[in-house]
């Protein structure tokens, strides 16, 4: 069975979704807003997400690039939002489709079968990520330098894999924060120092002169491979 995401803050359509998706042969989990979606993909392996971009706690846009750090999953984008401005936001932030309410369930069912068969034809791989001074295995959350394993907290972890899983590209303190701690700490940019300091002192050869964390000041990180 595939297991979908589904995302939205109306109970009538959450409602209907769940239960007309799961007479075709789907397993459901719903959220209710963006918090509650990214808290949900962490903690379940999942086929495609079904998306509202207009949720309670933040835009569905961010809730696409929050996924978007660490996952490929299908985003199917569900909106009431008809404009082209809307659909190319979305789009460009990660999604893989958009339809606007209302909508058809037989047009959801097929751009639902459509986005498992181009998930099962290209595979997320859990891929590992070598620099000079060290490896990270994101299948086994491992890594290794050349003297041995570093230990890293759980919330290192979790920094650090978002970045890695993102390489070259920048990615916003925002999202780092929504990611790691939820989206009620979007603002808590200390929380970011402090973290990012121990891992270069873990990881990098000279942390005063980062050659793998990189600062983008007053933007965010960028981790250089």
């Known amino acids: 069975m595939s297991w979908v995401l589904i995302?939205?803050?109306?109970?009538?359509?959450?409602?209907?979704?769940?239960?007309?998706?799961?007479?075709?042969?789907?397993?459901?989990?719903?959220?209710?807003?963006?918090a509650s979606?990214?808290?949900?993909?962490?903690?379940?392996?999942?086929?495609?997400?079904?998306?509202?971009?207009g949720?309670?706690?933040?835009?569905?846009?961010?809730?696409?690039e929050g996924l978007r750090g660490w996952t490929s999953v299908p985003i199917i984008?569900?909106?009431?939002?008809?404009?082209?401005?809307d659909k190319v936001l979305a789009l460009d932030a990660g999604a893989d489709d958009y339809?606007?309410?209302?909508?058809?369930?037989?047009?959801?069912?097929?751009?639902?079968r459509a986005a498992s068969r181009r998930a099962t034809s290209n595979p997320e791989e859990a891929p590992t990520m070598a620099t000079a001074?060290?490896?990270?295995?994101?299948?086994q959350k491992r890594v290794t330098r050349a003297d041995g394993d570093v230990r890293l907290t759980p919330t290192e972890w979790k920094i650090l894999e978002v970045l890695v899983r993102s390489p070259r590209r920048l990615v916003s303190q925002q999202?780092?924060?929504?990611q790691v701690?939820?989206?009620?700490?979007?603002?808590?940019?200390?929380?970011?120092?402090?973290?990012?300091?121990?891992?270069?002192?873990?990881l990098e050869p000279d942390p005063a002169v980062p050659r793998h964390l990189l600062t983008e000041a007053g933007m965010g990180y960028r981790f250089e491979p």
């Open 175 to 178: 999202q780092i924060l929504t």
């Open 55 to 64: 949720l309670p706690d933040m835009d569905g846009v961010q809730v696409i």
């Open 99 to 112: 339809v606007t309410k209302p909508f058809g369930l037989d047009e959801l069912l097929a751009r639902l």
């Open 181 to 202: 701690w939820g989206p009620a700490y979007a603002g808590e940019t200390h929380y970011l120092r402090v973290y990012m300091a121990q891992l270069r002192r873990k």
């Open 77 to 85: 984008v569900l909106s009431a939002r008809h404009g082209s401005e």
């Open 7 to 34: 995302v939205d803050d109306e109970p009538q359509i959450l409602r209907a979704l769940q239960i007309n998706l799961h007479a075709h042969g789907y397993q459901v989990i719903a959220a209710h807003d963006g």
């Open 133 to 139: 001074d060290f490896v990270v295995d994101l299948a």
């Open 37 to 53: 979606a990214l808290l949900a993909a962490q903690k379940h392996p999942l086929d495609v997400v079904v998306l509202d971009l």
